[in-house]
């Protein structure tokens, strides 16, 4: 009898034990109940319905907290410090190129080699990206047309890095930003993305005319910088691309060579 | 007599100790479980307020809202889950400068139809704005509302965002 008491006893430590833990558990940051209070709507999808149910899932000070203001320490400090690189994961993971557009999609462009990576540059049907997309990041100065971008490493040997990879042109722009940086890469990794069609590099949205539109990829790596570049042109509505003005070719994207 | 107490005692003890042992359980599991990939998209300005009620800012991200997108088991998770990028991302501050973030946490939602597909995530870059307010374009950003919430400074977030286009990215997460 004495030791079941005493089992039962561990039971109810473990059992305020877990639910004192599991309450803790769940990283929600505290938010300030005056922000709750003015707006529980999205920023990103203003026209629906506010999440609220979502919302009841993270928070749940009692109404009275709403009532009284409160010193929760700022939840923001917990973030890394914004003037220093985040570390390096622990683990490096494989990366691979964003998967490949259907056939049918491609409008033109190709694949160069540069160094020992592999380049692949089209103008591509992706209805994804436009004038009002569901990201910005999705924009596209040309409805439904975007840019896919993409490299494979090819190399004998792990390649150390840091591995930076940018878009655009010229490149690297001053206030480019790299779309990605790799700590390593090895043979059969890759990367890349898909942008819009950008008929500026620097205005969005911008005026579009028939003039050559440009775009490239550059990897710029501890042992030298590779990449590609496409352009084409508009068709004289400027509604769409034309596709027999897509070019794929070396950087500085000069004289663009035909895609291989 | 005793022989009915005892098991009484034992049925009692069981209800005790296994929901007992299994939330201690839970909560010394590793909160890191999985590896994810998807599709990596960004965003800027907008409302000041996003979907979890907090001030939105650089180092949180939106992804899909289970109501709208149940199929996705990241739309499950719940505000405020904090996710890792395999490689960091790099944005610009107030004044210009680079900052790097590979820690983000869940405060906002979009793409209501899903179309980004499983484990979509959505990057905010933050809401400065280097243009005079005098300008059309102030504080505007296609795709979200606009005009936003923005504050003056020497960067401009929403060129940021279009240029990230859309990524094929790794990251850590519940």
């Known amino acids: 009898m004495k030791r079941e008491a005493i089992i039962g006893l561990a039971g109810i430590i473990l059992l305020v034990a877990g639910l004192c833990a599991c ?15 003015i707006a529980p709507e999205s920023s990103h999808a203003p026209t629906l319905t506010p999440p609220a149910v979502r919302a009841s899932l993270a928070h749940t000070e009692t109404p009275s907290v709403h009532l009284m203001p409160t010193e929760t320490p700022d939840w923001r400090s917990l973030l890394p410090p914004t003037s220093e690189p985040a570390p390096t994961p622990e683990k490096i993971w494989p990366v691979y190129p964003p998967p490949t557009p259907e056939p049918g999609q491609v409008l033109g462009g190709g694949t160069v080699q540069d160094g020992p990576f592999n380049f692949t ?113 508009l068709t004289p509505d400027l509604a769409d691309i034309d596709p027999a003005s897509i070019a794929v070719g070396y950087l500085p994207c000069k004289d663009p060579n035909p895609a291989r | ?129 280097n243009r005079p307010s005098s300008d059309p374009n102030y504080c505007y950003c296609s795709g979200v509302t606009s005009p936003g919430f923005c504050y003056a400074a020497s960067a401009n977030s929403c060129s940021d965002a279009i240029n990230f286009g859309r990524q094929w990215r790794g990251y850590t997460g519940p």
């Open chain 1, 23 to 37: 309450g803790t558990r769940s990283p929600a940051p505290p938010s300030t109940p005056t922000q709750q209070a």
């Open chain 1, 121 to 233: 540059l089209w103008v591509v049907k992706d209805p994804s990206f436009g004038h009002n997309p569901v990201a910005p990041s999705l924009y596209s100065d040309v409805e439904g047309r975007a840019v896919y971008m993409s490299w494979v490493y090819n190399g004998e040997e792990p390649l150390a890095g840091p591995v930076f990879e940018y878009w655009g042109l010229p490149l690297p722009r001053r206030d480019s930003l790299p779309v990605a940086e790799y700590a390593r890469i090895e043979r059969g990794w890759g990367g890349g993305h898909s942008v819009g069609v950008h008929c500026s590099p620097d205005l969005f949205p911008a005026p579009c005319s028939t003039a050559p539109i440009k775009a490239g990829l550059i990897l710029i790596t501890p042992v030298g910088s590779y990449g590609a570049c496409i352009r084409f042109t």
């Open chain 2, 1 to 129: 007599m005793a022989t009915a107490m005892k098991k009484r005692w034992s049925r009692v003890l069981a209800l005790l100790l296994i929901p007992g042992s299994l939330a201690y359980a839970a909560s010394v599991a590793p909160v890191w479980a999985g590896h994810y990939t998807g599709w990596f998209t960004g965003y800027a300005m907008g409302n000041r307020y996003g979907g979890a009620g907090v001030e939105i800012r650089q180092g949180h991200f939106a992804n899909h809202y289970y109501a709208w997108c149940p199929n996705d088991p990241a739309a499950w998770w719940t505000w405020g889950t904090r996710i890792d990028t395999d490689s960091p991302i790099k944005q610009h501050n107030q004044s210009g400068g680079d900052v790097y973030y590979s820690t983000f946490y869940l405060e906002d939602v979009g793409d209501p139809s899903c179309s980004m597909g499983n484990y979509w995530v959505d990057i905010y870059f933050g809401r400065w704005e």
